[in-house]
């Protein structure tokens, strides 16, 4: 299985959201408009896995499994998405 694999298909405006420490994959997480187009994936710690400091790097991949350069921030969104 691969970072992709395990997904349901995903859905305009949507992106998939997979915790690298625990595996939890959310499929078709609302799209944010700073969210890379190419990007069908992040990875960030959920809301479990991040600990008491709520700091989680955010990481994107394309649909190829390919990671993606990204400087801004996304990980709000994302914590309050995956609860
Ligand atoms: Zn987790």
Do not use: Q, W
Request: charged share 30%; glycine share 10%; hydrophobic share 30%.
């Amino acid at each position: 299985m691969g970072r992709i694999d395990g997904f349901k298909p995903l859905k305009s405006g949507k992106i998939h959201v997979r915790c690298p420490k625990c595996g939890r994959k959310v499929s078709n997480t609302p799209r944010a408009a700073y969210d890379p187009a190419e990007a069908m994936l992040i990875e960030t710690h959920c809301p479990k896995c991040c600990g008491d400091d709520k700091e989680s790097s955010v990481e994107y991949f394309a649909s190829n499994g390919d990671y993606l350069e990204y400087n801004g921030k996304g990980y709000d969104r994302v914590a309050i998405a995956i609860n």
